[in-house]
């Protein structure tokens, strides 16, 4: 049986939803619609990887620094420049990249200081 799921993981899921319900409504908070969305991305998707990984697969993986900035790099090259180039939705912004690399960061210090993540729980 894999472990459960933080409800740090949870909370970003439900803030995130609520955003895009917002969007949704038409209703636009600047910062918050344009760059939180992407600051949250890159740890959802990294614990999300590490839970995958040591909850259910049974491996006992940590993301390094380096997993960390690649899934920066991969994330803003999907969203940022291969995505604006398929459709009108996408926007390429530096400031989005900027987002995921500050989202990142936060993870990867954070978890090594509190131990934020599923191997840990």
Do not use: Q
């Not at 839970?51 to 969203?79: A, C, E, Q, R």
């Not at 291969?82 to 400031?95: A, E, V």
């Amino acid at each position: 049986m894999g472990k459960r799921i933080s409800y740090w993981f949870f909370v970003g899921l439900a803030v995130w939803i609520f955003i895009i319900v917002l969007r949704k409504k038409g209703m636009y908070i600047p910062v918050i619609n344009d760059y939180f969305t992407d600051c949250i991305s890159v740890p959802m998707y990294c614990y999300l990887i590490e839970y995958i990984m040591n909850g259910l697969l049974g491996f006992h993986w940590k993301p390094d620094l380096k997993f960390v900035l690649t899934s920066v790099l991969y994330l803003s090259f999907l969203f940022e420049v291969l995505c604006p180039g398929i459709s009108h939705r996408f926007t390429g912004d530096i400031f989005d990249a900027l987002a995921y690399a500050a989202g990142g960061m936060a993870y990867y210090f954070l978890s090594l200081k509190y131990r934020l993540s599923p191997a840990s729980e």
